[in-house]
């Protein structure tokens, strides 16, 4: 299993004014098609100073047309109008998305914390293409989403280790289905945790089924680790799960009269 934590690059030292952010690290793809410089918020313990293997597995699949056809199908064709991360910490999924060209805006969301947003902001200044807009914002699940949909909704959406904890599972999809466009898609990365029971977990998606969301595809990718849980006594802990949703089309019948 690729490193999630490489080296840093010691030129990149004192680069920044906060402490908070470290140093300027690189993920590169298993094809060795994409290299991504990031940064990381070394004060947001888990949630912003960490590659979660989730986060890398479905990069990987964003990275190539092979990768996307087998995550999406033939039928979804890149660039598309409006992608959203969710939860994105690091937000490695919308830094490849971003670099790759596969939005001509790639929202990056999260919530607010300083050290967070300036590392994020950082590492998008390193990910760009010339037809993309990447745009970050700060959206806590189940409040409002006028500030992310004003341009329009979500062709594709993204969420990477989001839902451990069975108690936001209703705040988040509220969210989901409000950004997203009918038809669109969101692609589930997560591990199990511990935390809580697995079948806890697996709910959000029975709670996605009811409000309309239908399962596409299903990945299971293996990991002897997740390197940032290495004290974790859960076997497998580093596996990750990926799941495909496809928010279905309501069809409207109109009674004519004759």
Request: hydrophobic fraction near 40%; proline fraction near 2%; charged fraction near 25%.
């Amino acid at each position: 299993m690729r490193n999630l934590y490489p080296d840093s690059d010691d030129s990149d030292e004192g680069e920044g004014d906060d402490d908070d952010v470290n140093l300027t690290h690189s993920w590169t793809s298993q094809s060795q098609q994409c290299v991504v410089e990031y940064h990381l918020s070394c004060m947001a313990r888990g949630h912003g100073d960490v590659v979660w293997n989730s986060s890398s597995d479905i990069s990987e699949f964003l990275v190539n047309e092979k990768g996307r056809a087998r995550l999406f199908g033939e039928a979804v064709k890149f660039p598309l109008n409006r992608v959203l991360e969710f939860g994105a910490g690091a937000a490695l999924p919308s830094l490849v998305c971003a670099k790759r060209g596969l939005g001509k805006v790639v929202t990056i969301t999260d919530q607010f914390e300083d050290g967070v947003f300036k590392a994020i902001e950082m590492s998008v200044a390193k990910n760009t293409s010339p037809n993309t807009q990447v745009v970050v914002k700060a959206h806590s699940w189940g409040e409002s989403e006028a500030d992310l949909v004003q341009e329009g909704k979500y062709d594709l959406m993204i969420a990477s280790d989001c839902i451990y904890y069975p108690g936001a599972h209703q705040a988040l999809l509220t969210s989901a289905s409000k950004c997203v466009v009918a038809g669109g898609i969101w692609v589930i990365g997560f591990s199990l945790h511990g935390n809580c029971k697995e079948e806890e977990i697996l709910n959000f998606f029975a709670m996605a089924k009811a409000e309309g969301w239908a399962l596409e595809r299903e990945f299971k990718i293996e990991h002897d680790v997740q390197e940032a849980a290495t004290w974790s006594s859960v076997p497998k802990r580093g596996d990750v799960f990926i799941k495909v949703l496809a928010k279905k089309k309501v069809e409207i019948v109109r009674n004519e009269k004759k």
